[in-house]
C-alpha cells in the first residue's frame, strides 16, 4: 500500500492568513484527491488533482480559495487562503491504492482559525 | 444527495461484544468501501466489497452487502477497547460521478468500554 506523509499535523492560524498543506506519497500516483471533514461531520471530496493539469473542484470549492498544486506524480500542496473560522476543520489528501483496493489517505491536518 | 448514512451514529458496549453497523446508500455502486478513523485523524481503509459480492470477511470483519436495499453492514467480532473509533462507508458512485471520488456517510462512533 502506498504511504502518505502529510504536513502539518495540525495549525492553529489568525483569520485572513492562508496555510499550504502538503502531501508526499512514497510512490508515483496519477490523481490526488483532497478532502474536507468539518468537525463531527463526513469527509467532503474539495478537488482532484493531477498532474501536469488543472485540478478539478466540486460544487462549492473555488481555485481562489482552495488553490492546488501538483507538480508531480508524488507531491501535491493544498492551500487554504484568506482564512475564517468556518474554515476550521480536519483536511485529508487521499490516493488510490490500486494493490489493496480502496484508498489511502494521509493523517490529516487539523485546522483551527482564530 | 450519494452520500450513505451509517446508523447507529454512536454505539457503546462492553470488551467481548459484538458490534454492528450498518450503511444505506441511494444509487447504484461499483462497490462499498469501510472506513476506521482514530480521533479526528486519518482513515485506514478496512474492506472493500464489490457489488456482485454479498459477504466478505476479514480478520474480525465481516461486510455484508445487499444492492437490492441498497445498504451494508460492518460486524466486529469480540471487540476490544484499541476498536475504538469512528466507522465510515463510503460509496465509488455510479457513472457520471468524479472518477475516484468516494461519497462518505457520517459515521458511526464506537466506544468499546474494557
Known amino acids: 500500500s502506498a504511504v502518505i506523509s502529510q504536513k502539518p499535523s495540525r495549525d492553529i492560524c489568525q483569520r485572513g492568513t492562508s496555510l499550504t498543506i502538503q502531501c508526499q506519497v512514497d510512490?508515483?500516483?496519477?490523481?490526488m484527491f483532497w478532502y474536507r471533514q468539518q468537525p463531527g461531520q463526513s469527509l467532503t471530496l474539495i478537488a482532484t488533482?493531477?498532474?501536469?493539469?488543472?485540478?478539478?473542484?466540486e460544487s462549492g470549492f473555488v481555485i481562489d480559495k482552495f488553490p492546488i498544486s501538483r507538480p508531480n506524480l508524488t507531491f501535491s500542496t493544498l492551500t487554504v487562503s484568506n482564512m475564517s473560522p468556518e474554515d476550521s476543520s480536519i483536511y485529508l489528501c487521499s490516493v488510490e491504492d490500486l494493490g489493496a483496493g480502496g484508498y489511502t489517505f494521509g493523517s490529516g491536518t487539523r485546522l483551527t482559525v482564530v | 444527495s450519494q452520500q450513505g448514512e451509517e446508523d447507529p451514529q454512536a454505539l457503546s458496549i462492553q470488551e467481548g461484544e459484538n458490534a454492528t453497523m450498518n450503511c444505506s446508500y441511494k444509487?447504484?455502486?461499483?462497490?462499498l468501501q469501510w472506513y476506521r478513523q482514530n480521533s479526528g485523524r486519518g482513515l485506514v481503509h478496512l474492506i472493500l466489497?464489490?457489488?456482485?459480492?454479498r459477504e466478505k470477511h476479514s480478520g474480525r470483519l465481516r461486510v455484508t452487502l445487499d444492492t437490492s436495499k441498497k445498504s451494508s453492514s460492518l460486524l466486529i467480532t469480540a471487540s476490544r477497547a484499541a476498536d475504538t473509533a469512528s466507522y465510515f462507508c463510503a460509496t465509488d458512485g455510479n457513472r457520471g460521478s468524479t472518477l475516484g471520488r468516494l461519497y462518505f456517510g457520517r459515521g458511526t462512533q464506537l466506544t468499546v468500554w474494557p
Open positions: 466489497i464489490r457489488s456482485n459480492e
Open positions: 488533482a493531477n498532474q501536469g493539469s488543472e485540478a478539478t473542484y
Open positions: 444509487t447504484s455502486i461499483n462497490n
Open positions: 510512490s508515483q500516483v496519477t490523481m
